[in-house]
């Protein structure tokens, strides 16, 4: 067995989005993990749209209760005109909280960017199994975003074709 459906799944936060109005993320059913890295994956804009995200936790797959999700800490981000893979991880740190805004001093307005941050499944408040990440609208730019969710350490592993989907 390959990583895929024993150690990680993938699921889609959003597709590739403009900026230039908010984006709601997809929900993840977060019951047959133990946490989920969350990838942010931007293009080069031509100015004016810096990172900006706020996550999420819901009581059901669809409508429900929803609410923040206090508990970033930390992310890692890298950035270049054109990522080529020589790039390193920066690492940032910020109160708890659900939101994140990269400094506009990071220039991802004007770059490539692949932004990552960890939820714990037993960070959700009671009755909360979902997260979603959610992109305010940056303003006038052009910045294309995408969302992926990386399940890990998942509790039930099988093949990739009999994994359960990651709604329910």
């Not at 031509?46 to 995200?53: K, S, V």
């Not at 929803?66 to 054109?82: G, N, P, R």
Request: overall charge negative; hydrophobic content about 40%.
């Amino acid at each position: 067995m390959h990583g895929l459906g024993r150690l990680f799944d993938v699921g889609l936060g959003c597709a590739p989005a403009a900026t230039n109005g908010a984006v709601t993320g997809k929900r993840i059913h977060l019951s047959n993990c133990v946490g989920v890295t969350v990838l942010l994956i931007g293009g080069v804009a031509t100015g004016g749209d810096d990172i900006q995200l706020d996550l999420q936790q819901h009581t059901a797959s669809s409508s429900g209760t929803s609410a923040d999700l206090d508990v970033i800490t930390e992310y890692w981000l890298k950035s270049a005109v054109a990522i080529d893979n020589s790039e390193t991880w920066t690492r940032y740190t910020q109160t708890a909280a659900s939101e994140i805004a990269v400094a506009a001093s990071e220039t991802t307005d004007i770059e490539q960017n692949i932004l990552a941050f960890e939820v714990e499944a037993s960070s959700l408040s009671d009755g909360y199994e979902w997260i979603s990440v959610n992109v305010p609208d940056l303003g006038t730019g052009d910045k294309t975003l995408t969302v992926i969710y990386l399940p890990r350490d998942l509790q039930v592993q099988r093949t990739p074709a009999n994994l359960a989907a990651l709604l329910s």
